[in-house]
């Protein structure tokens, strides 16, 4: 079954997922067609949020490794790295975001084994994104009101067609 990433507006991605309790073949099916669809996009993460389905669940492929992450948490941050985030769900738009720079994850994979993951910069980031997604968290409950205000224009420039197709918003936060 294909599935349409859901975008900012929908109510879905404002939720917090729930705990995966039971890892079985449907589970396997969910992170297969979410792998699908983060390709289709395409990207390089993707939070069961982003499709509708309110687990705690995220798969990701940086190295041509597709990897899904079950009850993922991270347990250890340090650092601090500011880079331009983009997302899915929030298509065109990338903003300078500072998180950590380096994190410690924990979660299980899909054959139930617990694994713990070191991460840093660009994987830290995807790590932390996704785990937002997560906790009904967007790029934009991360920004001050008034960052806020600047990318919700800019991001309505896209949505409405003033953006050439294919071409994206990159904002500087001050």
Known sequence: MGYDIRTFGDPVLAAVADEVENIDAKIVRLSESMLQAMYKAPGLGLAAPQIGVQKKI??????DQPITLINP????????????????????????????????????????????????????????HELDH??????????????KKEALSEY????????????????VLK
């Open 58 to 63: 995220f798969v990701y492929d940086i190295d």
């Open 73 to 128: 948490r991270i347990v250890e941050s340090s650092g601090g790295w500011v880079y331009d985030e983009g997302c899915l769900s929030i298509p065109g738009l990338y903003v300078e975001i500072l998180r950590p720079k380096q994190v410690l994850l924990e979660a299980v994979d899909l054959d139930g084994n617990e694994i713990r993951v070191e991460a840093d910069e660009l994987l830290a980031r995807l790590f932390q």
């Open 134 to 147: 997560l906790n009904g968290v967007l790029m934009f409950d991360r920004m001050t009101e008034e960052q």
């Open 156 to 171: 309505r420039k896209i949505v409405d067609g003033q953006v050439p197709r294919g071409e994206s918003r990159h904002i």
